[in-house]
């Protein structure tokens, strides 16, 4: 028999015969109309469990995660107020329904149950997944909550406070709110809810503002691992800077005493604080997890006998809120109510076509208010001594750097985060005087961790900033990718574009550099970045490039809520000359404001048609080189710079390259994974000239006088041109 069913039917058998569980009694200010109204959700959140196995079993559901022995979140959701943006759990159904009864025009029975079916009218997922959230709860939605939302909630958290101080124009968080996000005991062991840990800790020892609450619900298993006893109150009940709070969550009256407790102490402090609730898991893990295959018959049926249904039913009766009689006939009318929800919802239509499902993978634009720029006078008085010499053919690294100080200057909302980027001045100086500029609330130096970076910007993001994060070294990334991939681009997918991630991430990387670095310092691997559905990659070559395609990622951030990375390579960081030394050939003057490159242009140099040389980056500085010496060989060749490398600028190139016999690519990225694979499916799909690719070889890079082996080189250029054009 399917353990939802028993516990179903022990419900039904001893609510009938009193049969309740002993327990403290009733205490805390909660009302018994809001008691009744509490277990009602708890009765909803369980009703609809039930359902979703039944539409499971009968091949109209799909794997979900249930709610049962967690029912007492809802408890935390009445003691919490509608405006907090909750990050949820995904068992936390009972707090996304409570919290609906605090917003009027909501029906959770209809949307989870069509949720249950991926039926495209879902109104969270559009059909696409399975997920708790909701744009008029403040809820953003989770696809799996395996601790990766911690970072961005101790960045929503942060931006409560950098709100009050520079209100951003789409800012959705009142000055009073709190942030809230809940979590299982296990994934309270996961490196990223460490780091996160740490990091409000690490921000609150500062007396930084951190209205944060983490609930961590701790019902003792992970999947089939059991969590030591009284680990997780050992591990946080004396945490620096981390107010520690624990009640039953088998017990709604202390549940919500003890968190309204927990959330006055955060909302007037704003500090953060963790708040252990004790659950209990019943029936399995998710899907048809069987949970006697990995735990005694007794430990199961024990569980069960916990149930905090029983609990509330033995509560309210003790409160003089509601008989058992009554409380009965609540869950049996729930239950019959949302079997006849789910026979309708899954009448719905649903997905079926890849265009319906990739439909929300680019967000929509939004609305911004328009801006004139800066003045002459703001902008002599930011740039200081530098103003005199924007005309001046400057490097990309003082380029960039004029950029970003022109970008803050337009854009208020802007902020800049990461490792050494305000007092230093970044490790190559390109944020250099920023700090100075703009302040530290504005140029935050963060601690030294990669996914509280990136949470940062995203959960600043969350409140209407328009987050630009540095990561110090594209090898830093590998840290913390999953923040990008499985946080900053899903969430406008799965929440039907509702909700979104502008920003721009910049990241210095590549190779090519002399007497520093080896593999941490030079990184030539891109694939986990062009792999990521909606994310943009920018690549810039020369400096004055570089600017015209910052501000365009900044425009495609902030006006198409675009998640955009701008990759920075630091070879050319200082690069001057092209040819010969002190010619100044990769110079150029700061480009006027108002002067951008357009998202997919690409550039084109010379006119040659014996040859087209397509690179980016430092391999386009090569293949500029090398164009020299095969036009001394009497090669005619045009170079072409890719510039935006996800998604490839298809339409660009192919406009670029009219007329050439031949295409050569040059790609400094690995010859696995790399950009040249994209480059020749689409020479294949699309021309009918002969093409090659020269390419970086499957290695780490060295440090030393090999740094350059292992990836292309001028001379190699003109020799995979001349081989082409034999």
Known sequence: ?????????????????????QGSRPSGPLTNPQAVTLYRAQCLSRALDRQSRVMQRSGQGYYTIGSSGHEGMAAVAAALHPTDMAFLHYRDAAFQIARADQVPGQSMAWDMALSFACSSDDPTSGGRHK?????????????????????????????????????????????????????????????????????????????????????????????????????????FAQRPGLRYFACDGLDLYETYRVTCEAATYVRERRKPAFLHIGTVRLYGHAGNDIPTSYLSREEV??????????????????????????????????????????????????????????????????????????TNEARAAAFGGDHKAMGDPQPMARLLNWALTDLMLEHREILLMGEDVGRKGGVYGVTQKLATRFGPDRVIDTLLDEQSILGLAIG?????????????????????????????????????????????????????????????????????LRDIPGLILACPSNGADAVGMLRECLRLAREDQRLVVFLEPIALYQTRDLLADKDGGWTGAYPAPGNSIALGQVGVHGDGTD??????????????????????????????????????????????????????????????????????????EKLDVPFARLTSEDSFIATGPAYAATMPSRDGIVAAARELCR
């Not at 028999?1 to 569980?21: E, K, S, W």
């Not at 124009?169 to 299982?184: I, K, T, Y």
């Not at 609990?311 to 009318?333: C, F, G, H, T």
């Open 1 to 21: 028999m399917d353990r939802a069913d028993i516990v179903h039917d022990n419900f039904l058998r001893r609510v009938a015969a009193r049969d309740l569980p």
């Open 301 to 374: 049926v024990e569980d069960e006998a916990r149930d905090p249904l029983l609990n509330s039913v033995r509560l309210l009766a003790e409160a003089d809120a509601l008989e058992p009689d009554a409380a009965l006939k609540i869950y049996e009318d729930t239950c019959a109510r949302v079997t006849r929800i789910a026979d309708q919802a899954v009448q719905r239509p649903r997905l079926q076509k890849a265009a319906q499902v990739m439909a929300s993978l680019i967000p929509p634009s939004r609305p911004c208010a328009p801006t004139n720029g800066p």
């Open 131 to 235: 997920v708790l959230g909701s744009r008029a709860l403040n809820i953003p939605p989770q696809t799996s909550t395996i601790a990766s939302h911690l970072p961005k909630a101790v960045g929503a958290a942060y931006s409560v406070g950098a709100a009050i101080r520079h209100r951003p124009e789409h800012a959705c968080l009142p000055d009073d709110a709190v942030v809230m996000c809940s979590f299982g005991d296990a994934s309270a062991n996961h490196s990223t809810a460490q780091g996160a840990f740490n990091t409000a800790q690490w921000t609150a020892f500062q007396s930084i503002l951190l209205p944060l609450l983490f609930v961590c619900e701790d019902n003792g298993i992970g999947i089939s691992v059991k969590t030591p006893d009284g680990w997780i109150a050992a591990n």
């Open 460 to 528: 600043m993001a969350q409140n209407g900033f328009l987050s630009m994060p540095e990561i110090q070294f594209l090898a830093y990334l590998h840290n913390a990718e999953d923040q990008l991939r499985g946080e900053a681009a899903t969430l406008p997918f799965f929440s039907d574009g509702q909700f979104t991630n502008p920003m721009v991430v910049r990241i210095a990387g590549l190779g090519y550099q002399k007497g520093f670095g080896g593999h941490f310092h030079n990184d030539n691997s891109l694939a986990v």
């Open 611 to 684: 040859l087209a040389i397509v690179s980016f980056a430092n391999g386009h500085f090569l293949s500029r080189q090398a164009q020299a010496d095969l036009a001394a060989q009497g090669m005619d060749v045009r170079v072409i710079d890719l510039r935006w490398l996800s998604p490839l600028p298809e339409e660009a190139l192919l406009e670029a390259v009219k007329g050439c016999k031949r295409v050569l690519i040059v790609d400094e990225t690995r010859r696995s994974g790399g950009v040249a694979e994209g480059l020749m499916a689409f020479c294949a």
